[in-house]
């Protein structure tokens, strides 16, 4: 059943009205700032801000189950009274709001509540690993805290443990095909997270071996992906996958004008690789140009310029950031 066709036992009528008054919201200023709903124990229900608090704290009083959610109404059910602060200009509002969020983690904000619970990814180039089968390897960590260990690279912060984790997922499975002779050999593998003993609470390590013969670009490349500087490497994957499929294909056809299932052990349709290929490579392509790109102009803004930035100093840098980008003039 929508909304529009609810029922309702009583005609409801938005309390912001009735708690605050004509004259609050009349006498409300028309600049940027940050405001505050507040409950009737006077904790905090939710931050927010507005480059016009009049026009956004008025829209409130129109709020009704019919045409807006019900985390929104369970809001303004709420509210005993509200407060704001006038700003300068609406960056400075911005920043304030979230200063505010992180400090005061109002339950009905969602974005920006808990910086503390950013996370960092450390990547480690080791050799000759013992009981692993390779000439080096790439060790991908997701962890808390920045590394002290100045051998091994820290970046970062990142807001969500589980997009990062789907991105390595990602990035380790086309690496890995990339590395292969030839292309696809009948199996896409589809690597999983492993939580690995010794590396600490919350910690989740993937590991990428390289053969000895790997190629000796393929590793600058994968460092330089996630490290924010290029995105060549799902353009070298993608060529190595499309001279794959050319090979892959001739043998499976000939395969199947020969009935047997020996000349190419494996054997998939081929639009099934073809579609997992892409969605991956899109996902790596996103990802660098949503999150690595900019985590990597943040970090090297810090003075002296680092390889990654605090997770109490991310948001405010993407509020600056998007503030001074062009769509936002």
């Not at 009704?64 to 809001?75: D, I």
């Amino acid at each position: 059943m929508g909304k529009k066709n609810q029922l309702f036992l009583f005609e409801w009528t938005n309390p912001l009205n009735a708690s605050m008054g004509a004259e609050f919201f009349a006498g409300l200023p028309a600049q940027p700032g940050v405001y505050q709903f507040r409950a009737a124990d006077d904790s905090v229900l939710y931050v927010g801000q507005s480059a016009c608090l009049r026009d956004r704290l008025r829209s409130y009083r129109y709020i009704h189950p019919e045409t807006h959610s019900r985390r929104l109404v369970r809001l303004v059910s709420r509210v005993a009274s509200i407060r704001y602060t006038v700003c300068e200009n609406p960056l400075e509002a911005r920043l304030l709001e979230n200063r505010l969020i992180g400090e005061l983690k109002p339950p009905f904000n969602r974005q920006n509540v808990y910086p503390e619970g950013y996370c960092y990814l450390q990547v480690e180039v080791l050799s000759a690993v013992p009981g692993m089968c390779c000439g080096a390897d790439l060790v991908l960590r997701i962890v808390d805290r920045p590394s002290e260990n100045g051998a091994v690279l820290t970046l970062g912060a990142f807001k969500s443990r589980r997009v990062l984790a789907r991105m390595l997922q990602t990035f380790r499975r086309l690496v890995h095909a990339q590395l292969g002779e030839g292309g696809p050999r009948g199996v896409y593998p589809r690597f999983g997270r492993r939580d690995m003993d010794g590396t600490g609470p919350g910690q989740r390590l993937w590991c990428l071996s390289l053969p000895a013969d790997h190629d000796p670009a393929s590793l600058p490349e994968a460092i330089s992906f996630l490290t924010g500087h290029s995105c060549a490497l799902v353009a070298s994957i993608d060529h190595r996958w499309n001279l794959g499929l050319t090979q892959f294909i001739e043998a499976g056809l000939a395969a199947e004008s020969n009935d047997s299932t020996d000349a190419a052990p494996g054997w998939k349709p081929v639009d099934f690789w073809h579609a997992a290929i892409l969605e991956d490579m899109t996902v790596l392509i996103d990802f660098f140009e949503r999150v690595l790109r900019k985590t990597r102009l943040a970090a090297s803004a810090m003075a002296p310029p680092a390889s990654h930035i605090p997770a109490a100093q991310l948001n405010d840098w993407l509020t600056i950031a998007a503030a001074r980008s062009p769509a936002a003039e």
